[in-house]
């Protein structure tokens, strides 16, 4: 029984300090995530940053510059505030454009968002920050952003040719964000 007691006790003892070490040393349990992922998040995390939306960036010692197209309001200042915001960027060089009003391409923008609905692609549609962006400008459609596999992006790819009024579809669609 007392052999047992101090088993336990010795157990209960190690589990807290590979707990407490790190606080303890000044070490985060989690490595601490890189420049380009501080990026990442900053932008994924935008109030207004939706499915219509897709913003890219490359970086360049401390000087960060943005790329892409947007739908919602508010996104292209926002995007630059925020990415300006992150310790170690010195720089932001704006290059997102705004996407024109158009009924003809919101009607194609609302066709394929239903159609990925439809079609069992809306896991990636549905959470803040959705993982596909579904950018439409003057009938052309194109797909940015990850999937989890090659069928779905397949999938994606089939399911925009399918939608009609459109000219062009570019899937660039990659596999998985592991990289990010």
Same mark, same amino acid.
């Given at each position: ?8 006790? %010795?157990?209960?003892?190690? %589990? ?5 070490? /790190? ?8 490595? /601490? ?13 935008? /109030?207004?940053?939706? +499915? ?11 000087? %960060? ?26 720089? +932001? ?40 962006? @579904? @950018? ?21 790819? %089939?399911?925009?040719?399918? @939608? ?17």
């Amino acid at each position: 029984m007392k052999v047992k007691r101090i088993l336990t006790f %010795v157990i209960i003892a190690l %589990v807290i300090a590979a707990v407490a070490a /790190p606080a303890i040393f000044g070490q985060s349990a989690k490595p /601490p995530r890189t420049l380009d992922q501080k990026i990442f998040k900053s932008i994924a995390k935008l /109030p207004n940053y939706g +499915v219509y939306d897709h913003i890219s960036f490359e970086r360049n010692g401390d000087t %960060v510059t943005l790329s892409g197209k947007v739908y919602s309001l508010g996104t292209i200042r926002a995007a630059e505030q925020a990415v300006k915001d992150i310790d170690g960027v010195g720089r +932001v060089v704006n290059k997102i454009e705004m996407l024109p009003p158009s009924p003809y391409d919101d009607r194609i923008r609302r066709s394929v968002f239903r159609a990925f609905a439809e079609r069992g692609l809306s896991r990636y549609l549905w959470e803040v920050g959705p993982e596909v962006r @579904i @950018i439409v400008e003057n009938g052309r459609i194109t797909l940015e952003g990850y999937v989890n596999n090659s069928g779905d992006r397949d999938l994606a790819g %089939v399911i925009a040719n399918t @939608i009609p009024g459109v000219f062009e579809v570019k899937n660039n669609l990659k596999l998985g964000k592991d990289s990010i």
